[in-house]
């Protein structure tokens, strides 16, 4: 009997992601600004602490999805999401760069302990026809968090004459309640009966799941951290309340497409909806790279709300179409792991070569990797090859 897709723990974690998200995207914009402006921290540390941080998330990735598999999902689920509001206030009250880094760690060891257990949840009780449009509205409820996050951002300044530090302690509320929402998701993971025949190894992941995770994590490596672009805007002469408003229109944009995204991958297929979303990306990083027009590089950045929307749900549900249930967790947790290490190489060469030039290099080059996994999936599926 066919699932139906909208289902109560899809809801509630979707609740649960638009809160979490909400107070990620209220501290988010204003991070550049409060470590370069405030403490006083160079590019390469801000590079540094995020891609630092998508590689811790990665580690737990690891574990947390294997583990998910004989443990359940839910004790993940509440977990990570409790965490990562540990970080949060951390970050909040740092006045040195070390303790944003200690802070956004652990904030992404929270993430990543939920991840994959969490994709999951989803994919244990959604039908895989409708695992695009069920990630595509999970994605869909992240970003209203994360339009609703900024938006409290622009409040905070105007009520806070713009004090950057104040504002971001208000990220704290919308935490503590995504948490608090997490105790309401069940639990419909059924474990297995231990049996001898299952201590000989864990079951190999198909060849054609592992190829398409290599391919993603090669693209990935060139998607430098949202950070620096928000960076960027701020260096050609964005303020901060412009820097804060900027993202709330990426964050509309990517609210707009990820459901319809999710929906056209189903019927269609998740490479070439992937490759959509990686043109928009090259597009918007060679234009954020060479403009110093504000107009423009408004244009630019939601263009860029494309890359998100058309990508991170369709990707993992194009994984979790490639996976089995006897994995499914494990698979997600490789995935999204290997994904976060690649953010890291890119963190670290994009931070490395940031300058104050005209011309902002590291984009230019990130466009022109993104462009070529773009054509690099779209050759494969005119080819009609499962990577």
């Known amino acids: ?61 690891l574990i947390s999805g294997k583990s998910s598999d004989h443990l359940g999902r839910r004790p993940f689920v509440i977990a990570g999401y409790s965490l990562a509001g540990v970080g949060k206030a951390l970050v909040v009250i740092a006045t040195s760069w070390p303790l944003v880094f200690l802070g956004r760690v652990i904030d992404r060891i929270g993430k990543g302990m939920r991840g994959a257990p969490r994709d999951a949840l989803i994919s244990d009780s959604v039908d895989k026809a409708h695992l695009g449009r069920a990630f595509g509205f999970h994605r869909t409820g992240d970003n209203i968090g994360a339009v609703i996050g900024p938006g409290i951002a622009l409040i905070g300044l105007a009520m806070l004459d713009g004090d950057v530090r104040a504002v971001a302690k208000w990220a704290l509320i919308p935490a503590i309640i995504s948490g608090l929402l997490t105790l309401l998701v069940k639990e419909n993971f059924v474990r297995t009966p231990k049996i001898k025949a299952e201590k000989k190894a864990h079951p190999q992941l198909p ?6 995770i290599a391919l993603l994590v090669l693209i990935q490596l060139t998607n430098i951290p949202d950070v620096l672009l928000l960076l960027r805007l701020h260096d050609i002469g964005f303020s901060t309340q412009g820097v804060v408003l900027s993202y709330m229109l990426f964050s509309g944009v990517t609210v707009l497409a990820a459901f319809p995204g999710g929906y056209v991958a189903d019927k269609l297929s998740p490479r070439v909806v992937y490759a959509v979303g990686l043109l928009a990306f090259a597009i918007a990083y060679a234009t954020l790279g060479s403009t ?15 890359f998100p929307a058309l990508t991170d749900g369709v990707g993992k549900a194009w994984i979790a179409g490639l996976s089995q249930e006897a994995h499914r967790g494990r698979a997600q947790g490789v995935y999204q792991a290997s994904m976060n290490f690649a953010v890291l190489g890119a963190g670290i060469w994009g931070g490395a070569l940031w ?32 990577p």
């Open 1 to 61: 009997m066919m699932k139906i897709w909208l289902t109560r723990n899809l809801i509630l974690l979707t609740l649960v992601s638009l809160a979490q998200d909400a107070a990620s995207e209220l501290l988010y914009p204003l991070l550049p600004i409060l470590l370069t402006g405030v403490i006083g921290a160079a590019p390469l540390a801000l590079g540094l602490i995020e891609g630092c941080a998508e590689a811790a998330a990665g580690f737990t990735k």
């Open 207 to 212: 060849r054609s799941l592992k190829r398409a």
């Open 292 to 306: 110093q027009n504000h107009i423009v590089a408004l244009i630019a950045l939601a263009l860029y709300g494309l």
């Open 355 to 386: 300058s104050k030039g005209v011309i902002q290099w590291p984009l230019i080059i990130a466009a022109a990797g993104a462009l070529i996994g773009a054509l690099t999936l779209a050759t494969a599926h005119l080819r009609n090859v499962r």
